[in-house]
């Protein structure tokens, strides 16, 4: 049985005081239901993880970063590695999130190399795929997302891979207000839970939790959570505002 997972991604928004306060009213507002009936993490900007872990620590909130990068330490300026995010209480990082595939040009091979190292760190992955629009109206969603699934979990074991969740988050849905339907996203998740079986087998597939994003909102999360391969969402612009993330979180369970 998969545990419903809602993660938040506040991109680039909040400030220290702001982060922080969020952080205390989705922790006082989910006291009940964060940890055992539903997963929940946020991630919060770099410079605010130390400050919203802190904020977080008596709470089952979870806290994961956006990004990192694979190398474990060096001449890497401004990248943060493994180590250091762990060291300021993440548990998970986003890998290959659209808007680095898109905005800042990240491939699927820096990205494996990102979720590989996550892993060997001890943080975990969520391993963000999706097509564009108009790889959608070219009928071309299934291959975009095997593409992105087979590269991007390349050289990972079968018992490495339960370290990872997937998001899938077509592009065209993502801070757009545009959602894909239950239906258009009940089927790619179907797709990738198919494809995990034949990249390892039934059972690992049957327990990777594969969450929805794009345009979640209070009004749409328990319909897209109630198909059977949708085990979460990852919220972006709802994640800023507690009451609507929390009646995301409310709706996961
Ligand atoms: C995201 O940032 O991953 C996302 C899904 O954003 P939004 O919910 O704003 O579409």
């Known amino acids: 049985m998969r545990k419903p997972f809602v993660a938040g991604n506040w991109k680039m928004n909040t400030d220290s005081r702001s982060g922080v306060e969020l952080a205390e009213r989705i922790a006082s507002g989910s006291a009940q239901t ?20 802190k904020a977080l620590s008596a709470s089952s909130i ?3 970063a956006q990004d990192i990068y694979f190398e474990p330490k060096g001449a890497f300026t401004g990248e943060i590695s493994t ?3 762990k060291d300021v209480g993440c548990c998970y990082c986003l890998c ?12 699927d091979e820096l990205i494996n190399k990102k979720v590989t190292a996550a892993i060997a760190g001890g ?24 593409r992105q699934v087979k590269e991007g979990l390349a050289g990972l074991s079968a018992e490495k891979i339960p370290a990872v969740t997937i998001a899938y988050e077509p592009v065209w849905a993502i801070g757009t207000g545009l959602t894909a339907t239950p239906q258009q996203a009940q089927e790619v998740h179907d797709f990738i839970r198919k494809l995990l079986a034949e990249m390892y087998d039934e059972e ?4 990777i939790r594969i969450l929805y994003g794009g ?9 897209l959570m109630g198909r059977q391969d949708i085990d979460g969402s990852l919220v972006g612009g709802a994640s800023l505002k507690a009451d609507d993330f929390l009646a995301i979180i409310q709706a996961a369970v």
Not at 99 to 106: A, D, F
Not at 125 to 145: D, H, M, Y
Not at 215 to 222: C, D, F, I, L
């Open 96 to 107: 290959g999130h659209s808007e680095r595939r898109h905005v800042l040009g990240e491939s």
């Open 62 to 64: 979870a806290v994961g």
């Open 123 to 146: 943080l975990l992955p969520i391993l963000c795929v999706g097509e564009l629009l108009e790889e959608r109206e070219a009928s071309q969603t299934n291959e975009v997302v095997t």
């Open 215 to 223: 345009s979640v909102k209070p009004g749409n999360a328990a319909d």
């Open 83 to 85: 180590s250091m995010l």
């Open 34 to 53: 964060a940890g055992q009936e539903v997963t929940v993490a946020v991630c919060p900007p770099f410079v605010y993880l130390q400050a919203v872990a």
């Open 204 to 207: 690992i597939a049957g327990e």
